[in-house]
């Protein structure tokens, strides 16, 4: 499987402001996806980060208050926007579609973020 | 639409015990792939295995075995012997096989292994 690392780790930010995430994997692969996990919930898909093109965001989620960029097969960046404590989650992300992970998404170590 | 249910929410075993955690699934498509997810406190979400819908075969390795049954649209999961380090939230998710599509995944069962 593909070596997936996500920065940061953690972070504590006040509430107004913006972080930007980075997931990068060792080898090229075909869909790169985010995810949000409330404390205590389960997975919630953000959107699929598009190479060479916008994301494709699911339902309840803007690019205003997600921007996301995927410049190449191996990098992904994903903003929280305008921070509010109701974004306070752990994010990760995902990847599919490479050498030796087809049809399967294997997960980065995803970011802590506690908004204040 | 997809769904997949984790009926419990959280279990506590005495170490050595065996354990298992429902998963039980609805889905229309008629090709799909089944997976198991661990989660550790650490955080990060670990793949433990992928199963097609047409291969029913239960499937073993070391203490961990998953019975897939289509006619109960179930994936269960059993862990024999745990140990303290299985303590996790374990995840049952669901897509559709063929492409890529996106993961529906289970609201999460925590098990507590305590020694």
């Known amino acids: 499987s593909a070596v997936i690392s996500q920065k940061p780790s953690r972070d504590i930010c006040q509430r107004g402001t913006s972080l930007t995430i980075q997931c990068q994997v060792d080898?090229?692969?075909?869909?790169m996806f985010w995810y949000r996990q409330q404390p205590g919930q389960s997975l919630t898909l953000i959107a699929t980060a598009n190479q060479g093109s916008e994301a494709t965001y699911e339902s309840g989620f803007v690019i205003d208050k997600f921007p996301i960029s995927r410049p190449n097969l191996t990098f992904s960046t994903l903003t929280v926007s305008n921070m509010s404590p109701e974004d306070s989650s752990i994010y990760l992300c995902?990847?599919?579609?490479?050498?030796?992970?087809?049809?399967?998404?294997?997960f980065g170590p995803g970011t802590r973020l506690l908004v204040l | 639409a997809q769904k997949v249910t984790q009926a419990q929410t959280e279990i506590s075993v005495v170490e050595k015990e065996d354990v298992t955690l429902d998963c039980v699934y609805e889905t229309r498509d008629t090709t799909y792939y089944l997976f198991w997810y661990k989660q550790p406190p650490s955080g990060e979400l670990v793949f433990l295995i992928r199963?097609?819908?047409?291969?029913?075969q239960n499937e073993i390795s070391g203490r961990y075995s998953w019975n897939f049954q289509k006619s109960t649209s179930s994936f269960n999961f059993t862990i024999t012997a745990s140990q303290v380090v299985d303590s996790a939230v374990y995840f049952c998710?669901?897509?559709?096989?063929?492409?890529?599509?996106?993961?529906?995944f289970g609201k999460g069962t925590m098990l507590l292994v305590s020694p």
């Open positions: 998710a669901l897509s559709e096989a063929g492409g890529y599509s996106t993961l529906t």
């Open positions: 080898s090229q692969v075909t869909m």
């Open positions: 199963r097609n819908s047409f291969d029913e």
């Open positions: 995902s990847v599919e579609g490479g050498q030796g992970i087809a049809e399967t998404q294997y």
